[in-house]
Structure formats: C-alpha cells, structure tokens
C-alpha cells in the first residue's frame, strides 16, 4: 500500500497548480482520502477529504478555491489549487483514512498512510 504524489511547485499570487496523488496495493474500495498540509512549525492541517461516493468537504480557508477529485479506476487522488495565495505555502501530503467505509474527516489522526509530500509555495 502505497501512496506516490506528484505535483506542487512555485507559483505567483493569483497562479494555480494541481497535485495528483497515485495509490497503488489497493483493492476495493479506498475509503476516505484527502490532502493536508504542513508548514514550518506548524501542525498538519486538513484541506480537503473525499470519500469513495464522492462528498468532499474543505478546510474554510480553502474553499472556493481548491478543489478535490478520485478518479476510482485509476485510483488517482486530485487537488486543484486556483487563487492562490503567499499563506497556502506548505508541504501538502496525501493520505487514506484507517477506514474503507463512508465517512469523512479532516483529522489527520484519522489517517493511516501517507505520501511523500510535495512542496508549494506561493510568493
């Protein structure tokens, strides 16, 4: 069970990227999965989660400007980043949630497996 991110970068106030997230060793369903992020000093912070039928829901800083999506058969995880600004710098990681099931959490407790992370900054 594996969990390769790809995306990120450096972009101008107002600039958008996308990340993609690849989960691999899976079968069935993959149950809640998400992105967070992490700046220096900072706690994990959930941005956005998605659950195997589709409902999302995002931090309030985020919302209107990112946008989570699953591709189910290629078992790809999204984050569309438009807008963005200097205080969305961070490491973003992507993560599975400890369960298969419904269910939605922005608690990174709740998360069992990560990716890599991949940096982003905005400036």
């Known amino acids: 069970v594996q969990l390769v991110e790809s995306g990120g970068g450096s972009v101008q106030p107002g600039g958008s990227l996308r990340h993609s997230c690849v989960a691999s060793?899976?079968?069935?369903?993959?149950?809640?999965m998400g992105w967070f992020r992490q700046s220096s000093g900072d706690q994990r912070e959930g941005v956005a989660v998605?659950?195997?039928?589709?409902?999302?829901i995002y931090v309030d800083s985020v919302k209107g400007r990112f946008t989570i999506s699953k591709d189910n058969t290629r078992v790809t995880l999204y984050l569309q980043m438009d807008s963005l600004r200097p205080e969305d710098t961070a490491m973003y990681y992507c993560?599975?949630?400890?369960?298969?099931?419904?269910?939605?959490?922005?608690?990174?407790?709740?998360?069992?497996?990560w990716g890599q992370g991949t940096q982003v900054t905005v400036s």
């Open positions: 993560a599975r949630a400890r369960w298969s099931g419904p269910g939605l959490s922005l608690d990174s407790t709740d998360f069992a497996v």
């Open positions: 060793g899976y079968t069935g369903r993959t149950g809640c």
């Open positions: 998605i659950d195997n039928d589709g409902s999302e």
